[in-house]
């Protein structure tokens, strides 16, 4: 396929996904749309997508050697689209538990909407997972009531127009699980329309967010209370934040 869609930029953060991401590329090439995958792991993922990129023109690879965090490999993707002029990005997981014609009703979205997220129909997935997001719901909704309106953060599956990539590559302070957050948070700050879609979703295991659960749960508390400071007149309180979140975290290490 020659005739690529170069407005539209699809986004893939991918830490360790030598096992999925080929048959993510392979769903992914049906969109006609251009691919960036945001390596920052340490498997063979990059030289699989260096394959990829010899065949199709509209792949492409950032690599990074230290670890970004999941919302820091998005952001080093929206800014690279960006710098290279796409003006609808498209975020993407790496199990493509979504597929191409999900992606493309995104897009299609995008020429309404500022903003879109999606909405996962979830049959499978375990209680324990179900106590732990709901939890996540609610502190956010408590702490950053802007998110009220929106019924899951958390979905891997979004897209911005120009104008909204834009605003939350300024303004994205959260590198971790918690950046979903940082989005709506940023995407109600400036008056963006949001748009929604609901699709099917599977759980599948081997989640890295429950390898070091206690961690992880403390890291996500800490970005709602940073995200609250930052939209905020307290803003400059934030660098006080730091020296409190490296004492957590040797702790439950």
């Known amino acids: ?22 048959k993510c590329l392979n769903e992914y090439i049906k969109t006609g749309y251009n691919i960036l995958v945001v390596f920052d792991g340490n498997d063979n993922t990059d030289k699989i997508v260096l394959e990829y990129c010899k065949k199709y023109k509209n792949i492409h690879l950032l690599k990074f050697e230290n670890r970004l965090g999941k919302g820091g490999a998005i952001i080093e993707g929206i ?6 002029k796409y003006k609808y990005f498209i975020l993407a997981d790496a199990d493509a538990s979504l597929n191409y014609l999900g992606i493309k009703k995104i897009r299609e979205k995008l020429n309404k909407y500022d903003f879109v997220y999606t909405k996962r129909l979830i049959k499978n997935y375990p209680l324990f997972r179900k106590i732990l997001s709901k939890i996540y719901i609610l502190l956010n909704w408590f702490i950053l009531p802007e998110t009220l309106l929106i019924d899951d953060i958390q979905s891997g599956y979004k897209g911005f127009n120009y104008k909204s990539a834009y605003y939350f590559m300024n303004n994205s302070i959260i590198t971790g699980f918690a950046y979903d957050s940082n989005i709506f948070v940023d995407t109600f700050y400036h008056r963006l329309s949001i748009g929604k879609i609901d ?17 992880n749960i403390a890291a996500m508390f800490l970005s709602i209370i940073k995200i609250r400071i930052y939209y905020s007149p307290f803003r400059f309180t934030l660098r006080k934040i730091k020296p409190i979140e490296g004492k957590i975290y040797s702790k439950i290490r």
């Open 1 to 22: 396929m020659d005739d690529y869609d170069n407005s539209t930029l699809i986004i893939i953060p991918a830490y360790n996904e030598e096992k999925r991401i080929s």
């Open 79 to 84: 800014k690279w689209g960006l710098k290279n």
């Open 199 to 215: 699709f099917l979703w599977k759980y599948e295991k081997g989640s890295i967010f429950i390898k070091k659960l206690l961690k």
